[in-house]
Structures are given as structure tokens and as C-alpha cells.
């Protein structure tokens, strides 16, 4: 097997030198019939140990790839527009991108991340969008979850998603409706016996320190993506250290007196001042989200992406590629966050100014990066529990879903572009 890898190694390369010529995925509009699994693409050649380039802000925020005839062959069956381009075309492009003048950056791709997925076991991959579109696009992760965490095994990874995880121990919040379901039911004994396996004495302390663990990755230069719920109520549990802000039905005993009143603000990512939902019949952690009070109708929901530059800011310029800069918004537990809660020092990459919502943002701890994406699936408007999977197949240029795969290959990018 190894021997094989090496082969096509040495065969890209041959090939690459002996043609002079470059491959181009075009991810304008137009020219490309299959934006995801373009990612999918760039992301095979990198782990061949071939380097890449992303071409910031040109036609879309294109790759340009060697040219092989085994590059070419998987782009026609995975369905990938290309362009085959000559030395000189190249170059030209290359050119054209460092002009002063022009809004675009050449970044280098060195190497393919190791990939990291935070979800439960059991979890079907349509439950959550990361999950999907990764196996959508074919770039490989790695299914974690407490355990895996809690013995430093993030330390094996540079890229890491949350699944639409509850980490204040409160059960997604589920209570008030689904508090007699036997799916509620039986994930509420699974979460008590493995915090007891582990030696916690409540769900609750046990995905603190989970989320404990997750902050030290990131704050030892790890990259983080989460979306939907994951996002707030890591927060709320940072904040809520050594707090109980549980009642009895979730963790068996009450939660403390005036608990809004010890909530840290300075231990979280992204989120300040927000209010906790005490009462716990009702879907929400938080005031951080907008659900319940955005009052948009679902044809009028969408959101902007911020233009940067991309010689200056190439970090929100790769996680802003796009083909278009507006993005058709969708529902999740957590929608988007209201933007007086947002900390002054992240950075809101898509948002929608009518309802001073936050909807993509981005920040930096310590030596690493976070990105939260509220909402559920990019291609599902309100999803609901039961509903049937998104078709990927039916939502190749799926814009939302752009911008998951931006996050994914965002670590490839020499180290230089990603320093603040």
C-alpha cells in the first residue's frame, strides 16, 4: 500500500514537470458544475503530498493544481469542472493575482489536515452538515467523542468540528418537548453511564471538562469549527465554570442560587453579556440566539459576506470564498447570534444587518483560530427532528456549504498567511 502511494506520488510529479501545464477548478458561477467536491479534489492532491494554490478572490476563489493525468481522471469522475492550462496561461493568472491593483492573493496549500469530527457514536452522517459534506466531498475525518477528548487524543489532529453537541449538560434542551421519546430518553441514560464510566458525577461536569479539553486545542494552535448549538452552549459552559446551572431534571439536584450572577464572561470565545434561559421546557439556552426573534419570512432570509482583502486579510478572505456574497440563511437550534452579544474582538464574517444578527464569525485563542457558523444545514431551511437527509447530490454549489469546506482546508495554508 505504501509502495502504491509512492508510486502515484512519483507519477504526479513526473507528470507535473514533464508537462509544464497546470490544472485549474474554476468556482465562479458558472463554470463550475460541482463546487463541493472541488474541495474534495484539492484536498486529495494535498494528501498525495502535492502542494496546491488557492486563488483568493479570482473566479470565485479557484484552485490551481498540477497537471496529471490522474488528477484529471479523478475530476472526471467525481464530476469536477477543469481547466488545463498552459505554462504561460498560468503564470499570467499568477501575475494578474499579485498586481497591487487587483483584490486577490495566490495561497499556498502545503499540506492536507488531519481531520477530526466531534460526534456521538451512532450518529448517521446526515444528522449533521459538516459530517455530510465531508463525506459528500470525500476528504476522510476521524469520528471522535468524550473519550477520545479526555485522553488528549485532539492532539493528533489539526482540524476539529463539534457536532451539534449540548456541552452545559442540559440534554440539547430537548426536555419540554421530546421528554418522553424513547430516542430522548435512552441518549439521556447513554451521556449519564459514560460520564459515570469516565468518573464524573454528572453529565454536566463531565462535558466541561470535555469543552475544557477542546479550549486547550484550540489555545495550543489548534483550528475549530462548530456549528448550531455547539457553538453557544460551549460558550455558556466556559463561562458557567464551576457553576451549576442545571435543574434538577437534567442533573438530579438544584441549580444555584442567582447562577446568572457568577456567569464569567471572560472565559469564553466569542460571546458576552448574554442572559440564561432558566426555564428548562423551553428550546433555548440563551439570549445569545436570535431564533425566536428574528420575525423574517423564509424567501427574505439570507445573509451578506464581508469583502476583505486579500493581500492584507487573507485569513477572513479564505473563509469568505464564495461565488456569490449572499448566502440563503437556514434555522437551527441556534440561527445566529445576536450581534450586541458578540465580542468586540471577533470577527463578523456574514451577517444580516437587518436583524443586527451575526451569523458567521471568527476569532483567534492563543495560538489557534475558532470559527462558529450558526444554523443547522445549509440546504434544509428548518430542520426538525425525523426530517428526512439532505440529497448533496441535489446541492453541488451549495454556497452554505462553501463555506464549511473553506474551514476545512483553511489549515492547509502556508503558516505565514495564517499569522494576524
Known amino acids: 500500500m505504501q509502495f502504491k502511494k509512492i508510486y502515484i506520488l512519483l507519477l504526479l510529479i513526473s507528470s507535473f514537470g514533464a508537462r509544464a501545464s497546470m490544472i485549474l477548478l474554476p468556482m465562479d458561477d458558472v463554470s463550475q458544475q460541482n463546487h463541493l467536491k472541488a474541495y474534495g479534489i484539492t484536498y486529495w492532491v494535498l494528501n498525495k503530498g502535492i502542494k496546491a494554490n488557492w486563488l483568493l478572490n479570482y473566479r470565485g476563489g479557484s484552485f490551481l493544481l498540477p497537471d496529471a493525468q490522474e488528477i484529471r481522471r479523478e475530476c472526471q469522475i467525481r464530476g469536477v469542472s477543469f481547466e488545463v492550462l498552459s505554462d504561460g496561461a498560468a503564470n499570467g493568472i499568477l501575475d494578474e493575482i499579485s498586481s497591487p491593483s487587483q483584490n486577490m492573493e495566490n495561497v499556498l496549500l502545503e499540506k492536507a489536515p488531519k481531520i477530526a469530527v466531534y460526534t456521538p457514536p451512532g450518529k448517521q452522517p446526515w444528522d449533521d452538515a459538516v459530517t455530510m459534506v465531508l463525506t459528500y466531498a470525500e476528504i476522510p475525518f476521524t469520528a471522535i467523542y468524550d473519550e477520545e477528548v479526555l485522553t488528549d487524543q485532539l492532539l493528533l489532529y489539526d482540524w476539529l468540528h463539534l457536532h451539534h453537541e449540548d456541552f452545559t449538560g442540559q440534554y440539547g434542551k430537548f426536555f419540554g418537548a421530546y421528554r418522553n421519546a424513547p430516542w430522548y430518553i435512552e441518549q439521556k441514560r447513554e451521556a449519564e453511564a459514560l460520564a459515570t464510566k469516565l468518573g464524573y458525577g454528572k453529565v454536566s461536569e463531565e462535558k466541561l471538562a470535555v469543552a475544557l479539553k477542546i479550549r486547550n486545542f484550540v489555545v495550543g494552535g489548534g483550528f475549530m469549527f462548530a456549528m448550531?448549538?455547539?457553538?453557544?452552549?460551549?460558550?455558556?459552559?466556559?463561562?458557567?465554570?464551576?457553576?451549576?446551572?442545571?435543574?434538577?431534571?437534567?442533573?438530579?439536584?438544584?441549580?444555584?442560587?442567582?447562577?446568572?450572577?457568577?456567569?464569567?464572561?471572560?472565559?469564553?470565545?466569542?460571546?458576552?453579556?448574554?442572559?440564561?434561559?432558566?426555564?428548562?421546557?423551553?428550546?433555548?439556552?440563551?439570549?445569545?440566539?436570535?431564533?425566536?426573534?428574528?420575525?423574517?419570512?423564509?424567501?427574505?432570509?439570507?445573509?451578506?459576506?464581508?469583502?476583505?482583502?486579500?493581500?492584507?486579510?487573507?485569513?477572513?478572505?479564505?473563509?469568505?470564498?464564495?461565488?456569490?456574497?449572499?448566502?440563503?440563511?437556514?434555522?437551527?437550534?441556534?440561527?445566529?447570534?445576536?450581534?450586541?452579544?458578540?465580542?468586540?474582538?471577533?470577527?463578523?464574517?456574514?451577517?444580516?444587518?437587518?436583524?443586527?444578527?451575526?451569523?458567521?464569525?471568527?476569532?483567534?485563542?492563543?495560538?489557534?483560530?475558532?470559527?462558529?457558523?450558526?444554523?443547522?444545514d445549509p440546504e434544509d431551511y428548518q430542520h426538525r427532528v425525523g426530517d428526512a437527509p439532505t440529497v448533496l447530490d441535489l446541492h453541488p454549489n451549495s454556497p452554505g456549504y462553501r463555506l464549511i469546506l473553506n474551514n476545512v482546508l483553511f489549515p492547509a495554508a502556508k503558516k505565514k498567511k495564517l499569522k494576524t
Not at 474582538?345 to 437587518?354: A, D, F, P, S, W
Not at 483567534?364 to 483560530?369: A, E, L, N, S, V
Request: charged share 20%.
Open 228 to 376: 448550531c448549538s455547539a457553538t453557544d452552549s460551549f460558550d455558556i459552559a466556559l463561562a458557567a465554570e464551576g457553576v451549576d446551572i442545571c435543574e434538577p431534571m437534567f442533573d438530579n439536584d438544584p441549580s444555584d442560587a442567582n447562577y446568572q450572577g457568577k456567569i464569567d464572561y471572560n472565559n469564553t470565545f466569542a460571546f458576552k453579556d448574554f442572559t440564561l434561559e432558566r426555564n428548562p421546557v423551553v428550546y433555548e439556552f440563551s439570549d445569545i440566539d436570535t431564533t425566536t426573534k428574528r420575525g423574517i419570512l423564509p424567501d427574505d432570509d439570507y445573509f451578506t459576506l464581508m469583502e476583505y482583502s486579500a493581500k492584507w486579510d487573507p485569513i477572513p478572505s479564505m473563509l469568505c470564498q464564495n461565488h456569490t456574497q449572499l448566502v440563503k440563511g437556514f434555522m437551527g437550534q441556534t440561527t445566529a447570534f445576536a450581534g450586541s452579544m458578540v465580542k468586540s474582538n471577533i470577527l463578523v464574517m456574514g451577517e444580516n444587518k437587518q436583524n443586527s444578527e451575526a451569523r458567521y464569525i471568527h476569532g483567534t485563542k492563543g495560538k489557534g483560530m475558532f470559527t462558529f457558523f450558526g444554523g443547522h
